[in-house]
C-alpha cells in the first residue's frame, strides 16, 4: 500500500474523459475539476462542488491521487449538504 496516493505529474488521461471524470489541473496549482467537454483545444473543467467552469490545455491535466479524489468527493457532498449542488 506504500505509494497509493503518490502521483506524478507527467500523467494524464490519454484520451477525452467521459463527462464528470475528476482531473487535476496543474497549471493552476493541483486544482481538481469535473471534466464536462471539449473546447477546441481546451477541456472545460468545473469545480466539484459547483461554480465557473474554466479551460486547460490537456498537457496540463493528470488523473487525481486518491487523496485528491477522497477531498473533491467529500466537498461535493458537503456543497449537495447545503443545498448548492443537487
Do not use: H, I, K
Not at 459547483?50 to 473533491?72: F, I, K, N, S
Amino acid at each position: 500500500m506504500y505509494g497509493e496516493n503518490a502521483s506524478s505529474n507527467t500523467g494524464r488521461p490519454p484520451q477525452v474523459p467521459a463527462p464528470g471524470t475528476l482531473l487535476v489541473d496543474t497549471s493552476r496549482g493541483d486544482r481538481v475539476g469535473e471534466f464536462q467537454s471539449v473546447a477546441g483545444p481546451y477541456w472545460s473543467l468545473r469545480p466539484v462542488g459547483g461554480g465557473r467552469e474554466w479551460e486547460v490545455e490537456p498537457c496540463y491535466v493528470r488523473t487525481p491521487a486518491l487523496m485528491e479524489q477522497l477531498r473533491a468527493r467529500t466537498a461535493r457532498l458537503n456543497a449537495r449538504s447545503r443545498g448548492e449542488v443537487l
